[in-house]
């Protein structure tokens, strides 16, 4: 375990989180894998549909959704049987998750509108209880929505075309996304558990604004100076957020699906310890990278190389898709 702390660990968190010491986790903050196709590293699901595989033209070079230009209809098993996979995925660590939670303690999980109900059920499946879903509020939102007027004006058909004038196919402009807040059950009462764990109360001080108490609509979004380095990049302030509400200085938060590092970032600038667990070797570079430039000693890590950096530079990811 003490291999583990302060560090952002390169492997499988479905393999790691067994290796941590049970009843050790103070807190649980992950945005994890949305289950909708966003990149190869979100596609849960053996569902073999070509609109999923990156085939269609209209997927190519496209850099969002890569796996998926055509919307799923759900009108094949494959297509239906996805979420169900997405739930049992989320099953298999949040039930290794269980044990290594401390009674009482939070977990925040990020998620798709779409899909994170799937992960509730998996984690209340594990012994989790669900408490609330935050709403975080962003600043601007990804969206497409093709006007079906266009579309059948293709087709020559001209009356369709004027009868759906102003109508369009898709959704309404994605403003806000979920944060699943779980705890886990504890004998006795919450004061008891407050106590003997320092976990259950929310420190609602540290979060106020001019004088206010915070709701569970929560407007953060990226500081001006935040650069991007993973196309579903979290901004440190709302990371910083939750590890405020919900943890004190020295306590442990465990990120399983770390990413380019949000949640370590946040942890080292408020004084929390951290276990950050991350499958793709070129963001536990990025995240190592990133650490290193916000501690005293601000030269570049040698873990990341120019090449990785060029990779990720905000240039490249600014039309990218930011989650969803
Ligand atoms: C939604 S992203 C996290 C982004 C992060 N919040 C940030 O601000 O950069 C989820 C991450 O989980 C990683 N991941 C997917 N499966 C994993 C696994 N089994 N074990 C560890 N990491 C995994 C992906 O590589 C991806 O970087």
């Known amino acids: 375990m003490p291999e583990f702390l302060d560090n952002v660990t390169a492997g499988d968190a479905l393999a790691l989180i067994p290796a941590l010491e049970d009843d050790s986790i103070h807190c649980c903050i992950s945005d994890i894998p949305y289950g909708i196709n966003l990149d190869e590293w979100d596609v849960l699901h053996q569902n073999t549909n070509s609109a999923l595989l990156g085939q269609s033209p209209a997927q190519r070079g496209k850099s969002g959704f890569k796996r998926r230009g055509k919307p799923i209809r759900g009108w094949s098993e494959a297509d239906r049987s996805i979420p169900k996979e997405y739930q049992a995925w989320c099953y298999n660590w949040a039930s290794q998750l269980y044990p290594k939670m401390k009674d009482g303690a939070s977990v925040f999980i990020f998620g798709a509108r779409r899909t994170l109900h799937r992960a509730i059920v998996a984690l209340e499946d594990s012994g989790f209880l669900l408490k609330d879903i935050l709403a975080w509020e962003k600043n601007s939102a990804h969206h497409r929505a093709q006007r079906i007027s266009i579309v059948l004006s293709r087709r020559g058909l001209v009356d369709e075309a004027d009868k759906w004038s102003g109508w369009r196919l898709g959704n309404l402009a994605p403003i806000w996304e979920p944060i699943a807040w779980l705890f886990k059950p504890y004998p006795h009462t919450i004061t008891d558990v407050v106590v003997k764990n320092e976990v259950g109360a929310v420190n609602t001080a540290a ?47 465990l990120d399983p699906f770390a990413g380019s590092g949000s949640t370590a970032i946040a942890c080292q600038r408020l004084g929390r310890r951290f276990i950050c667990f991350e499958i793709n070797d070129d963001f536990v570079a990025i995240s190592k990278y990133r650490l290193s430039l916000s501690t005293v000693d601000t030269s570049p890590s040698e873990s990341v190389t120019p090449t990785q950096i060029a990779m990720f530079d905000a240039n490249a990811a600014s039309d990218i898709l930011v989650s969803e």
């Open 207 to 253: 979060i106020q604004a001019n004088g206010k108490n915070p709701t569970n609509l929560v407007k953060r979004w990226f500081a001006k100076d935040e650069q991007r380095w993973h196309e579903a990049q979290k901004p440190v302030s709302i990371m910083e957020f939750l590890i405020k509400l919900s943890t004190r200085e020295g306590h442990i938060v």
